[in-house]
């Protein structure tokens, strides 16, 4: 989970293309991720993943819709969803 919250984080603060996007979630289940964004506020993330302590195949499927940024103080153009 802390692998998807991180990568939505960045995906977000470095303003992500449109379309067809892979990658990983580190933790608990370590995973391979898949994401489709249609629109800067709307992405579909399918997740399949292998749970080492509990020795089972994890599978998630996530809606995630942006509704607002914060832009950042400090001047490097970075945006927070939210």
Do not use: C, N
Not at 4 to 15: I, P, R
Not at 62 to 72: G, L, V, W
């Amino acid at each position: 989970m802390i692998g998807v919250l991180f990568g939505m984080f960045l995906s977000s603060a470095w303003s992500a293309p449109l379309g067809l996007a892979a990658g990983a979630q580190l933790g608990e289940p370590v995973a391979l991720t898949l994401a489709y964004r249609w629109t800067p506020d709307m992405t579909v993330q399918l997740a399949q993943g292998w749970s080492f302590g509990q020795k089972r195949m994890h599978i998630s499927l996530d809606y995630q819709y942006t509704f607002a940024e914060i832009p950042s103080d400090d001047g490097m153009g970075l945006r927070y969803p939210v």
